[in-house]
């Protein structure tokens, strides 16, 4: 069974850019969250998706945002970039979400010049 | 408020040795508990999780978790230590069963000396 698949693994932006981030969930999970992992601030929850809706989210400004397809693959935006937006992007499958176990992907870490 | 500590940035064993990582999580409720580990240029991968059916949890590569109510805590170990258990762990914590939100501690990065 193939993994959580994220692309792109690395993205090179500049101030003032725009962003998306995309995820491939494990066949047959409906839940995707996403999280940042900076080395200040470690892991930190952005949102979850189930069902093509946005069912939580962390405490992170607006130039955040994020949406979940039909076929559960979700993708991540980040407008405006500010060099502080500098992090590892990781984004997480589970079946149904609650406390069911989440399965991460390899990341995509994204540097803001 | 703090959800998870854990306690030591980093842990120096040598291999063989035993592995103890320290977790504690401060809720008036058992949380759903897990230990993750991540390699470098990776993401994470799940260990172990606390379902509440048994206070001692097995988990994959030889590591197990002890959940203890009344020290409110769920420290990872390992018997025998091996160079390739060098990475970086996390212990997290869910605290409401209806979000999917993961608390994770700081991490202790993990050494491992031949």
């Known amino acids: 069974k193939a993994g959580v698949t994220q692309t792109p693994r690395y993205l090179i932006k500049t101030r003032g850019q725009q962003v998306t981030l995309s995820c491939s969930p494990i066949s047959g999970h409906r839940s995707v969250s996403w999280y940042q992992q900076t080395p200040g601030q470690g892991l930190q929850f952005l949102f979850e998706?189930?069902?093509?809706?946005?069912?939580n989210k962390g405490n992170f400004p607006g130039r955040f945002s994020g949406r979940q397809f039909s076929n559960s693959r979700s993708e991540m935006n980040v407008s405006t970039l500010e060099l502080g937006d500098s992090a590892l992007y990781l984004c997480a499958s589970s079946l149904e979400g609650g406390s069911q176990p989440q399965h991460f992907g390899d990341g995509t870490r994204l540097s803001i010049l | 408020a703090q959800s998870v500590t854990q306690l030591g940035s980093h842990v120096s064993v040598s291999e063989g040795a035993l592995v103890l990582l320290r977790c504690n999580y401060s809720s008036s409720v058992p949380p759903y508990l897990f230990w993750y580990v991540q390699y470098p240029n990776q993401g994470l991968q799940l260990l172990l999780k606390?379902?509440?059916?048994?206070?001692l949890v097995k988990g994959i590569n030889g590591f197990e978790a002890e959940f203890k109510k009344s020290e409110t805590s769920f420290h990872l170990t390992k018997p025998s230590a091996h160079m390739s258990d060098a990475a970086e762990y996390f212990c997290?914590?869910?605290?409401?069963?209806?979000?999917?939100?993961?608390?994770f501690g700081k991490g202790t990065m993990l050494l491992v000396s031949p």
């Open positions: 998706y189930f069902s093509e809706t946005q069912r």
């Open positions: 997290a914590v869910i605290l409401n069963s209806g979000y999917s939100t993961l608390t």
């Open positions: 606390y379902t509440s059916a048994a206070t």
